[in-house]
T-cell receptor, first 114, second 109 residues
Framework: GAGVSQSPSNKVTEKGKDVELRCDPISGHTALYWYRQSLGQGLEFLIYFQGNSAPDKSGLPSDRFSAERTGGSVSTLTIQRTQQEDSAVYLC????????????FGQGTRLTVV | DAKTTQPPSMDCAEGRAANLPCNHSTISGNEYVYWYRQIHSQGPQYIIHGLKNNETNEMASLIITEDRKSSTLILPHATLRDTAVYYCIVDTSWGKLQFGAGTQVVVTP
């Protein structure tokens, strides 16, 4: 079966524009995570969806960032009015989340704001 | 607040065992110990996890102390492809997996 798929793989956008990043998790996985990783830095938690529970948005850096997960499957991370400091690799992961299980990561979307 | 403490870097000779330590002195009874690694320019990769007992899979072994305040990830025969940043994470089965700085492991010929 396919792993976690993210699109686009690369995105260059102008400062001030909105962008949408897509994540297709592994089928049946109830948990979905978004992280970002700036050049040479560690993984920064952004948001976590678990089943039908309210998402944990505690990592979103500003109100320009939002995410949705439709039908418990595909997720979209939206960044409004992009800034240069938003440039990073955005990583999505999904997990079955039953009794301590692994998360599977996509290859990420490299976002460059110019 | 970091839940785990790892050395920032370590070197290992190819073919030798790599022993990666992690301290998690404030771990709760329902928190697992997870290990992931990230090879340059790739997404993180799950390695292994455990609750109380030692665990082994095709990639590595995980040794958890009896008091659960520390653990060691063992790569039995390190290869050049094992060069990566290794992350130790403690979390519940429903937690959000917060990554710290990890240990940069460099395997040398």
């Amino acid at each position: 079966g396919a792993g976690v798929s993210q699109s686009p793989s690369n995105k260059v956008t102008e400062k001030g524009k909105d962008v949408e990043l897509r994540c297709d998790p592994i089928s049946g996985h109830t948990a979905l995570y978004w992280y970002r990783q700036s050049l040479g830095q560690g993984l920064e938690f952004l948001i976590y969806f678990q089943g039908n529970s309210a998402p944990d948005k505690s990592g979103l850096p500003s109100d320009r960032f939002s995410a949705e997960r439709t039908g418990g499957s595909v997720s979209t991370l939206t960044i409004q009015r992009t800034q240069q400091e938003d440039s990073a690799v955005y990583l999505c992961a999904s997990s079955p989340r039953q009794g301590g299980t692994e998360a599977f990561f996509g290859q990420g979307t490299r976002l460059t704001v110019v | 607040d970091a839940k785990t403490t790892q050395p920032p870097s370590m070197d290992c000779a190819e073919g030798r065992a790599a022993n990666l330590p992690c301290n998690h002195s404030t771990i709760s009874g329902n928190e697992y110990v997870y290990w992931y690694r990230q090879i340059h320019s790739q997404g993180p990769q799950y390695i292994i996890h455990g609750l109380k007992n030692n665990e082994t899979n095709e990639m590595a072994s995980l040794i958890i102390t009896e008091d659960r305040k520390s653990s060691t990830l063992i790569l039995p025969h390190a290869t050049l492809r094992d060069t990566a940043v290794y992350y130790c994470i403690v979390d519940t089965s429903w937690g959000k997996l917060q990554f710290g700085a990890g240990t940069q492991v460099v395997v040398t010929p």
